[in-house]
Structures are given as C-alpha cells and as structure tokens.
C-alpha cells in the first residue's frame, strides 16, 4: 500500500463521520419534533410575581374544566413545591398546564410525557397533551432551584 492511498483512507474516514453526524443530529431534532411531540412551548404571557394570588387562573390553582375532554390545570411553581401537588384528569383528555413560578426558575416535567417546560418568574409557561394510559405520572422540578430541589415533586393521576 503506498503512502498517498492510505492518506485518502484516512481523509474518507474523517469525511463520512463530519457528514453523517450532522445528518444523525438532524434526523433526531425531525423524530423529537414531529414523531416524539417535543416542540418550543408557545410565549403564554407574562405576570407579576408577586400578584399571582390575585391574577387568574393562578389565584385558584387546580383543574378546570373548559369543555367535554378539555381541561386547563393551573399550577404555581414555589420553593419547594408545585400547587397543587396531586392533578386528577381523566384519560384521554386534553389537558393544557399553565404554570408560573412564585420565587425563582423552576422546571415543570412530567415523566413519560413529552411535558418539559421551564417555569420563570414573571412568565407564564402553557403546555398541552393528551393521557392516554390511565396511571400515576411522576412530575418534577428539573431545574436547580435551592437546597429543596431534590424533593420538589408532585403527580399527576390520570384515571
Ligand atoms: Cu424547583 Cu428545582
């Protein structure tokens, strides 16, 4: 084998990957975005923190329901907790979270859900999906947010 033939293996071996990886990036933003649902939340709003017991949906957090299989739960974010901490909807429903967050930034994740939203302060965070399977669905502050990060939990009950 002569010394220029064992240069091109070695540019072609550089070559494919500085293409292929670039494309296997883009095939994984196409299968998240339209396969695994996982979109930019939308701009919900804006509040002021520190009017949120007095501004709605926030001065009663909880589930509403807006029409038949169409539910809107509103949620405060707040060192170290999410209120309400249990969510109740039934299966199949779409329910849009409209979270704020009290303090500082918090996150807003609901596991096996494509739910991930982060919660600021003086924003409002709006997020829609649908249950299908009936169960108890973790929900967690994925955002370092104090001492109490790790325990700010909370669930959602889809029956
Ligand atoms: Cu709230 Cu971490």
Redesign the pocket.
């Known amino acids: 084998m002569n010394k220029k033939y064992i240069g091109y293996l070695f540019e072609i071996a550089w070559i494919l990957p500085s293409i292929a990886i670039p494309i296997a990036i883009l095939v994984a933003v196409i299968i998240t975005a339209f396969v695994a649902g996982v979109g930019v939340p939308g701009d919900g709003g804006q509040i002021n923190p520190a009017a949120i017991a007095q501004t709605a949906p926030f001065d009663q957090p909880g589930v509403r329901e807006l029409a038949p299989g169409r539910y809107e739960v509103a949620v405060v974010?707040q060192?170290?907790q999410f209120m309400p901490g249990e969510i109740r909807v039934p299966r199949g429903a779409e329910v849009t979270f409209v979270v704020t967050s009290r303090d500082?930034i918090?996150?807003f994740k609901i596991n096996k859900t494509p739910v991930n939203v982060m919660v600021i302060p003086g924003q409002i965070s709006r997020v829609t999906t649908t249950f299908d399977e009936p169960g108890e669905y973790l929900l967690v502050?994925?955002?370092?947010?104090?001492t109490g990060?790790h325990v700010?939990a909370g669930k959602v009950i889809v029956e």
Do not use: D, L
């Not at 502050?141 to 104090?146: N, Q, R, T, V």
């Open positions: 974010a060192v170290f500082v918090h996150g502050c994925h955002e370092y947010c104090g990060h700010m």
